[in-house]
């Protein structure tokens, strides 16, 4: 039976939901995941207090690849071991969609920071990591200390979740300190007032500080609430909602705020950050520019970065800045004449699961709709009509050949092809 085979490089949100649409629409599917499990940032990516989201989203990644036509690869990094360009041009594939998000945290962008990583700076995906699995008892990572006044640099719901992890950290050990231990979760859901109250305390009591959130541009700048409004009363309302939404986040964790300010130098002493150098900034749309003579310097033992996250560099894979050189944004073309596309954070930069969700349904729907098919569509239809055109399916031998190939890849990392037992297999218990 003639049809096309597509791989798919990622097995998340928007790996996944590629996945799903494009073997629905007849084409076989293998998926490259580079860990045991598929889950990417919704595993390692929201601290643990968000069970039963994660459940959720692990029950549909589990729906979407245990589904006919779909070849589940796990423990193969592309550029590692498995070759960009013996992929795409040894394997005699239909097309590649690259959906391994973005996990390299921005740069801060203070000269030399980077010395400091570890000796009180920290970034995003690590802390977070961190936080998730440091009471597991095979955590064999770093260690980190998360000390009263921590900074963090950012503005977005991931930036939210990592000030709140310092909140939970510092007010956890203060209460415990007092021979009380309240469970991270129910410290999360109630706030940290009304656990306080429940046991007769007064937070202001335990003389502490708090974390402080810094944010660049202004408060209802923050990419809390998403809108593409340009009316301005539409836009007022969406002002509106993010400032509301931080002042939520901020009566229930009791975190600082602190807008229209950058970060321009770490101080140190000893090898290890004592605190950081800021400037206030004027902010015109969506330009923040620093103001001369407003220098001043936050005290601190830790400085987190928060400010977003891009894809890490593949050996054969073009880079443009901090990103993938990719062609067309909107549909993800990196390549037409190859047929390798982009979906969910690797193009849209955002750790965002509806994002990516709703990005990898457009670009999916797509590739069944102009490319498969073999019709031109109206959008992007100068880039790939070429290409489009003279697009054929694979014959049985190919597919065959292709099939094979997993099949080898599957055994060699221990892959039986039961998707199912493998999840439950990898699953560590606290993580079900």
Known sequence: MQRHFVAVVGGAVSGSVAAEILADGGAEVVVIEMNDRP????????????????????EKIDARLSKERIHFLPRTKLGKDLGFADLVDQWGLSAVLLANGAWRDRPLGIPGCEDYVGKGLEYQNPFIYWFNHKEEGGFRGRKIDVPDGAVVFGGGLASIDVVKVCQLEIYGRALREKGIDVPMIEMEKQGIPAVCKAKGIDPASLGLKGAVLVYRRRKQDMPLAQSGAK???????AYAAREKL???SQGKFLFRFQDR????E???KGGRVTGVKVVRTQVEG??????AGSEEVIRTDLVLSSIGSIPEPIEGIRMKGETFDFKDWDLGVYDAEKGIFGVGNVVTGQGNIRASLLHAQKVATYLN??????AVGAAGAEVVKGHLAKKAPLGPEKIS??????????????????????IRKVMPPDLG
């Open 39 to 58: 889950y990417g940032k919704i595993e390692d990516g929201l601290p643990r207090w968000h069970a039963h989201q994660r459940k959720k989203e692990y």
């Open 231 to 237: 009316d301005p009363e539409e836009l007022e309302k």
């Open 246 to 248: 931080l002042s939520i």
């Open 261 to 264: 300010t950058m970060p321009i």
């Open 266 to 268: 770490l101080v140190t």
């Open 286 to 291: 969506k330009k923040a520019t620093p103001i």
């Open 369 to 374: 709709e102009n490319y498969f098919a073999g």
């Open 401 to 422: 050949e292709i099939r094979n190939r997993v099949k080898r890849l599957q055994a060699k990392v221990g892959y039986d092809s039961d998707y199912h037992a493998w």
